[in-house]
């Protein structure tokens, strides 16, 4: 099994009994569609680096997963990947987001790439569901996607696009 089969399999089994907020999908929905934007410009060299490291994106954040399970199961590479995209900063919303804009803003291009694509599966749903908390996702996705300054430009566009700047 390649490694971006056993790490769809390794995320479908952790993120099981989670949930999409707003639409009670289940989550796996929202790691596949990561995944699946992530393929779409992922280079032949680090293609499944990439998507194994996007369905294990919020693995450590919202289930708990270890480094050391991922670094097991994965590789340094995708452990080292999915830190970089783990928001476990503390602290108010405010000093949460701009600690992840520090911590991102350094991270290599593949990484940032993958990030990007996040925010892109995220956007729709939000802006759908919840235009009152849109608002300030939105500001803070313009603030993020200002330090993406290595992530692949054309997801960068999608995503500036949704978030209504200009590219």
């Avoid at 480094?67 to 340094?76: E, K």
């Avoid at 925010?119 to 729709?124: D, F, M, Q, V």
Wanted: without cysteine; glycine residues 4%; hydrophobic residues 45%.
């Amino acid at each position: 099994m390649n490694l971006a089969f056993r790490a769809m399999l390794f995320a479908r089994e952790v993120h099981q009994d989670q949930r999409r907020k707003y639409t009670n999908n289940p989550y796996t929905d929202h790691l596949a569609e990561v995944a699946g934007i992530v393929a779409t410009v992922a280079p032949g060299d680090l293609h499944d680096i990439m998507i194994a490291t996007a369905w294990l994106h919020d693995s450590m954040e919202d289930q708990g997963v270890t480094v050391h399970a991922l670094a097991g199961n994965f590789g340094m590479r995708v452990m080292d990947g999915v830190l970089l995209l783990s928001d476990l900063e503390q602290g108010n919303r405010a000093e949460r987001k701009a600690a992840s804009r520090l911590r991102l803003s350094s991270a290599p291009a593949w990484v940032q790439t993958i990030k990007v694509a996040d925010l892109i599966s995220n956007t729709s749903s939000i802006v759908m569901h919840d235009p009152k908390f849109a608002v300030t996702y939105l500001e803070e996705k313009r603030l993020l996607l200002d330090v993406l300054t290595k992530a692949d430009p054309r997801l960068v566009e999608i995503a500036r696009a949704q978030a209504g700047v200009a590219a």
